[in-house]
């Protein structure tokens, strides 16, 4: 059974930084494209960062320059820094996986967090 726990959302001011964290098990990781999505109320679900096995990232034109998705294979743990956040950042961020459970199904089967509120507010 595969599972993705985001942690690190909460309210932070425009300008500061937050990490989010996804802590994935189940899941071959070290093959998996991880990325983040969000959802702002009304609005929906957008991706805005993604990393490769290979360690190679891209990023919604909404965000390059200030997130910055990372990985580590040994601790099965995708990471979204977020740096001089703005009140449009505000949403649900949401942890995905692309891959699979056993090594010899190559598929791409689609998994989800529930989900961290991120709040930029003053």
């Known amino acids: 059974q595969v599972q993705l726990v985001e942690s690190g959302g909460g309210l932070v001011q425009p300008g500061g930084s937050l990490r989010l964290s996804c802590a994935a098990s189940g899941i071959i990781f070290s093959r998996a494209t991880m990325g983040w999505y969000r959802q702002a109320p009304g609005k929906q679900r957008e991706l805005i960062a993604s990393?490769?096995?290979?360690?190679?990232?891209n990023y919604a034109d909404s965000v390059k320059g200030r997130f910055t998705i990372s990985r580590d294979n040994a601790k099965n743990t995708v990471y979204l820094q977020m740096n001089s956040l703005k009140s449009e950042d505000t949403a649900v961020y949401y942890c995905?996986?692309?891959?699979?459970?056993?090594?010899?199904?190559?598929?791409?089967?689609?998994?989800w967090g529930q989900g961290t509120q991120v709040t930029v507010s003053s």
């Open positions: 995905n996986a692309k891959g699979s459970s056993t090594w010899a199904d190559y598929r791409l089967y689609d998994y």
């Open positions: 990393i490769i096995s290979g360690g190679t990232t």
